[in-house]
């Protein structure tokens, strides 16, 4: 299988509009050979080490925040509407049952708030 050319930010190319190639990606009559689903193992096997560094991530964003809160003994520190929408994410994210609709909740969550919330 032939691999395409990569292109590197600082290039342009008129010919595909100065969009950079996926490095490795398939021609694309070799890639409709191919099934673009994952088994779930492979789901896992291509994503869990990654999922769990963010994880580690936004509980540790979390932890500085309740120690910042605590710190400075503001009372009204969980009332953040943007610590809300996170904490409404993660039960979003952790809802039991086979769904594939979460990136798409979780978007309409953090999209645009009349409030001007970020």
């Known amino acids: 299988m032939r691999k395409k050319e990569t292109y590197f930010p600082a290039e342009t190319d008129a010919y595909n509009g100065g969009c950079r190639e996926i ?58 509407p943007r610590r809300r929408k996170i904490l409404e994410a993660l039960r979003i994210l952790t809802s039991s049952g086979f769904r594939n609709d979460r990136v798409e909740e979780i978007l309409l969550l953090f999209s645009d708030d009349p409030g001007g919330t970020p």
């Not at 492979?42 to 925040?65: K, T």
């Not at 605590?70 to 953040?80: I, K, M, N, P, Q």
């Open 23 to 80: 490095r490795g990606s398939p021609e694309p009559e070799t890639q409709e050979k191919f099934s673009p689903m994952l088994a779930p193992n492979q789901v896992m096997d291509a994503y869990f080490l990654d999922v769990r560094s963010m994880i580690l991530e936004i509980a540790a964003a979390l932890d500085r925040y309740d120690a910042a809160a605590e710190r400075t003994a503001s009372d009204g520190a969980h009332d953040d």
